[in-house]
């Protein structure tokens, strides 16, 4: 049923950080890798070495350089970006079949790939371009949030984390429960700031991000040229300072 | 948005099919032998079905169609589904009524008439719903749609009315005025939904460090999100396609409707001209369309 569940205690998402991420792909390799031999069909990696390589992902990470109004100083942020798990999720509600769904116990928005007839409009509805249609199977494919992994008692405690998360290697990305405002993510985003993608689209993200903080900037960068050309010379820095000093005045 | 051909001729042919049957159901064209009912049903049977048909062709599992009746509840795609399959079975019943009982009583006549507009405003609700097109996100959208619709209805019937051997001078005073009506409001819909209020600066998140601007692309080359959001090759030629949208769908219909005698064949090509016009229309629609998510890539 395309209806969105009541909302729920339980909602499972992801905190990412963009302060710490320094877009390395790794999630984004991982999470095909799991995802291409778990949950639902293959992800398509048509072509791949190929003038014109095709195929879906379930996660992917932009760059950006965000430039200060007052200070023109710039910065760069590695963006990764995958479903929000919404809870206001309109991929759910336009789906004319009930494949697309939220899932009443934990949030999570999944795909029932035997009953998507492959329409698109799930992926016209999501302003953040979090499903992508699959170039062999032509079903629906997007985040489970690692659903086969998160309960998977087969896998040791420490795996049971969606592959993302789990290879990220500079932690810069959390799982848990965002409906808890005690969880260890509910913490780290009251701490943080963390923050909505595209209020104003009204989905109401679960996934939560957190802005980059604040660094010391030099107010002016010509202050260090200045400060190393004061810097006094030591050792036979110092004697050829010395020497060529005698040599000049001497001439 | 992708403006794929099959879509195009969905809305365009099903609009008029629904348009058509509510102007029957109105009682605007008075049928007396059953050659009359047969091209009257089957002009609405065809364009209407030949739409439905069309618009399971883009589909990645088209064997698969029939669970797109089951969401009715909460997706505008479902509810076209199934209104359009009640729509055409009330119809089918309508004229069999007509033909071998008599003429229907007015509540049947209302129902058939809501049942076929109310097709074309869920049509339409597919894409006007969708807050992340701001260009749709409109309630003139369906407006634009039923204005078509009935538009379109008008000069069929008044095609067909002349087939028949009836006086549709009446029709033609009417189609010029859909007509004109629908090309306004579609003038002004075009002039609307330019912000969506989204920027790359809410996309991120990160409006409050400064202004942002890609720096590096998530992947090398075209993904499903730029082939299906990013088309471009309607908006580089939007203004082209608007003047010869405007020429052929409103112009020419208009003038033989003012200037040329009433027969079968003037109406004809009227009714012919105007979908063709909206073809350009409709294609326009979804081409000039932007979809939110790109603010990511530029």
């Known amino acids: 049923m395309t209806s969105l569940p009541e909302p729920q205690a339980i909602k499972l998402g992801l905190v990412i950080d963009l302060d710490i991420c320094v877009g390395c792909h ?45 200070t023109d100083i710039s910065r760069t942020v590695h963006f990764p970006k995958s479903c929000l798990h919404c809870e206001d999720a309109p991929c759910v509600t336009v789906c004319p079949t009930g494949a697309s769904y939220k899932r009443a116990e934990d949030g999570i928005v999944l795909v029932n790939e035997d009953w998507c007839i492959g329409c698109g409009l799930c992926a016209w509805s999501c302003p953040y371009g979090a499903r992508e249609m699959d170039p062999a199977e032509q079903v629906m494919k997007k985040c489970t949030l690692c659903v086969d992994r998160i309960y998977n008692e087969n896998l040791p405690e420490e795996d049971r984390q969606p592959a993302c998360v789990r290879t990220c290697p500079t932690n810069a990305r959390h799982f848990g429960d965002l409906g808890d405002p005690n969880s ?49 010379p030591t050792g036979f820095w110092k004697w050829v300072d010395s020497t060529l000093d005698k040599i000049s005045g001497g001439a | 948005m992708f403006p794929a051909f099959s879509i195009i001729f969905f809305t365009v042919m099903s609009g008029f099919g629904f348009g058509l049957a509510a102007l029957v159901a109105s009682g605007l064209i008075e049928m007396t032998n059953p050659f009359d009912y047969i091209l009257v049903l089957g002009t609405i049977l065809a364009f209407s ?32 589904g199934v209104l359009a399959i009640i729509t055409l079975d009330a119809v089918c019943g309508w004229f069999a009524y007509d033909y071998f009982v008599g003429p229907p009583a007015l509540w049947a006549n209302v129902i058939v008439v809501l049942l076929a507009l109310a097709t074309i405003y869920c049509t339409a609700m597919i894409y006007a719903s969708l807050r992340t097109v701001a ?44 007509l004109l009506g629908a090309w306004i409001a579609k003038l002004i819909w075009w002039r609307m939904g330019k912000d969506s209020g989204s920027t790359r600066e809410t996309a991120t998140g990160l409006g409050a460090l400064g202004t942002v601007r890609p ?32 020429i052929i769908g409103a112009a020419a219909p208009l003038a033989i409707l003012s200037y040329l005698p009433v027969t079968a064949i003037t109406m004809t090509l009227a009714f012919g001209l105007a979908m063709a016009g909206l073809f350009f229309e409709r294609w326009l629609f979804f081409a000039e369309a932007k979809h939110v998510v790109m603010l990511y890539y530029r």
């Open chain 2, 215 to 246: 720096l590096m692309p998530p992947h090398t080359s075209e993904n499903y999100l730029q082939k299906e959001m990013g088309f471009q090759i309607g908006r580089k030629h939007a203004d082209t396609i608007r003047i010869i949208a405007l």
């Open chain 1, 184 to 232: 260890e993510v509910s913490l780290l985003v009251a701490a943080r700031g963390g923050m909505d993608l595209m209020p104003e689209q009204q989905t109401k993200p679960v996934n939560q991000y957190l802005p980059p903080r604040a660094r010391p900037q030099p107010e002016d960068t010509a202050s260090l040229v200045a400060m190393a050309e004061a810097a006094q």
């Open chain 2, 135 to 178: 260009k749709w996100y409109n309630p003139l959208t369906p407006l634009c749609y039923l204005a078509f619709g009935i538009a379109t209805g008008l000069l069929g019937l008044a095609a067909l009315n002349e087939m028949i051997g009836g006086t549709s001078d009446h029709l033609v005073a009417y189609a010029s005025l859909a």
């Open chain 2, 49 to 80: 079905g030949a739409g439905l048909i069309s618009s399971t062709f883009h589909l990645g599992h088209p064997e698969r169609a029939w669970r797109a009746l089951t969401q009715w509840r909460s997706s505008w795609l479902s509810r076209e």
């Open chain 1, 26 to 70: 790794a999630c984004v390799v991982n999470c095909k890798e799991w995802n291409t031999s778990g949950y639902g069909a293959p992800l398509a990696d048509e072509n791949a070495y190929g003038a014109d390589p095709s195929g879906s992902w379930l996660n992917r990470v932009h760059s950006y350089e965000v430039t200060s109004e007052e």
